[in-house]
């Protein structure tokens, strides 16, 4: 056995397609008439869908490739007696050179599979050799790289280099992917104009199919014809093959479901600036369990410090369950982003003496972040983390559940950075604020933009999205709304240094 053949099975990704899917795929091709001349399956595994296309559409010949020299042997024996299958054992990333020069502009080509299901980084961490050339296909900028946007899934790499390279023929490429990575490419064909005739996501049940807790699809871009399209039809699963809605696209921001965001379109820019929760990345100092008159750290001990220091917290999972009882209290070091917190140790002795004791996890957080920053530093902290009101939702909960947060003995609530919140001067502000996020306008809106599947569904980049000006005039409130946001200047002119960092 080769070296190749002994790398683990997490290293290629693999999740052979069982029969019955495989047949699923063939029967949805045919359903929306595709008849290629040409297959080829860029990671064939065993075969199954490389086989199972080549019997149902009869092509004039397929090309299967796998990296993994047991199952090409395997295939080898099994299509020695076929002349119009050609299997190839290498890496598909080497063998793209190849397969263009078996196809040319009057083929109709069908790339179809079920590529790896796993990233470039989780393939790093396994010291895999089965890794691409890196290179910025998205032209990513830096900071994207910083906050982990440059992480890329290998099935997403393998597609779009097949687009770009295959882009001027008539293809057909039909796939097993993260539902992630399908929106991924559809955002790339649109933002780089590259036409297709149609495109279409049939959910799968991952879980059903290969034992996998992710949100997956057969994911299909029909480039057979070039059309400017600028959408993607959504279908309930494919076992029920039922239409629900279109993705689509809108002044550069992709949107869920086009018919709910047409009738409810109130994509703009917010007078108020949505942040982040407080972001430390260590919580086993920094946050307290609430035990009758104590606190107590992560690490079971009774902590006893300067309470100036010391606020109450809540958790994204008591925002999105409506919790809103203090359990929790947090130490915050800094009241902006790059303050020294040397102040400390003369104002708040004891804080400092306890900061110093615990100062290892401090300096083994990994983040950039804190990269050349004071000791003791946190993220996400500026003058809008200490105004009295809040209205706050977990960016992390498959739901929409704004929730309203008043001062605790006449200190301002602090969340944790899997949240995203708002921050108002007065009751009054805030009230009106919530009314309006918690109207039903606003809630078909959001449930337009946003995609459950994802990993961190709410984001600021969507909150900032929502014109609450919009809103409140569509709801008769547009003079009270205007009066009450004059509050807010403070707050959205604060300095650019405090970005979100999701």
């Not at 290498?90 to 020069?101: A, H, M, P, Q, T």
């Amino acid at each position: 056995m080769k070296a190749k053949d002994q790398i683990p099975k997490k290293e290629f990704g693999d999740f052979q397609t069982p029969f019955e899917l495989s047949n699923i795929m063939m029967d949805i091709l045919k359903e929306i008439n595709i008849k290629p001349n040409i297959i080829i399956e860029p990671t064939c595994g065993l075969g199954a869908i490389l086989m199972d296309a080549y019997n149902n559409f009869n092509p004039q010949k397929a090309i299967g490739i796998e990296i993994n020299s047991k199952y090409c042997n395997i295939l080898f024996e099994k299509l020695k007696t076929n002349n119009n299958i050609s299997i190839i054992n290498n890496d598909i990333f080497i063998s793209l050179k190849n397969i263009e020069n078996e196809v040319n502009q009057n083929d109709t080509c069908l790339f179809i599979g079920n590529p790896p299901w796993v990233t470039n980084s989780e393939l790093g961490s396994l010291n895999s050799q089965n890794i691409p050339v890196k290179t910025n296909l998205k032209n990513l900028r830096g900071i994207d790289a910083v906050t982990g946007k440059s992480n890329f899934d290998i099935a997403e790499y393998i597609i779009l280099k097949l687009i770009e390279a295959f882009r001027p023929h008539k293809a057909i490429y039909a796939f097993l992917c993260k539902t992630s990575v399908a929106r991924n490419i559809l955002k790339y064909c649109w933002n780089q104009e590259i036409y297709y005739k149609e495109s279409y996501i049939f959910p799968i049940d991952a879980k059903k199919y290969f034992n996998a807790s992710v949100d997956a699809c057969y994911f299909i871009v029909d480039a057979s014809e070039k059309n400017i399209k600028k959408d993607c039809k959504v279908y309930e699963s494919v076992e029920k093959r039922i239409y629900k809605y279109d993705i689509g696209i809108y002044n550069n921001v992709m949107v869920c479901n086009t018919n709910n965001f047409n009738t409810h379109n109130y994509l703009g820019k917010s007078d108020y600036n949505w942040r982040n929760g407080i972001k430390h990345d260590c919580s086993k100092v920094m946050e307290f369990d609430i035990i009758g008159s104590k606190i107590i750290n992560g690490y079971g001990e009774n902590v006893e410090i300067e309470e100036e220091l010391v606020y109450p917290l809540l958790k994204s999972s008591d925002i999105a369950n409506g919790k809103i009882e203090i359990r929790k209290k947090i130490l915050i070091t800094q009241r902006y982003i790059g303050e020294k917190t040397d102040y400390i140790k003369n104002k708040y002795p004891k804080t400092w003496q306890y900061l110093n004791d615990h100062i290892y996890d401090f300096e083994k957080r990994k983040s950039s972040i804190y990269k050349n920053k004071p000791v003791f530093s946190i993220f996400s902290i500026g003058n809008y983390s200490f105004y009295p009101f809040k209205i706050a939702i977990s960016s992390l909960y498959k739901k929409i559940n704004f929730k309203m947060l008043y001062p605790i003995m006449e200190k301002p609530v602090m969340v944790d950075d899997t949240c995203n919140f708002l921050s108002c001067n007065t009751e009054s502000e805030a009230d009106i604020l919530y009314s309006l996020l918690t109207s039903h306008d606003v809630e078909l809106f959001l449930n337009s933009l946003i995609f459950w599947d994802s990993k961190r569904p709410i984001t600021t980049q969507i909150l900032n999205s929502i014109d609450l000006g919009k809103v409140a005039d569509n709801n008769g409130l547009y003079k009270n709304y205007t009066t009450l946001t004059k509050y807010n200047n403070l707050i959205n002119n604060e300095s650019s240094a405090q970005m979100a960092l999701f």
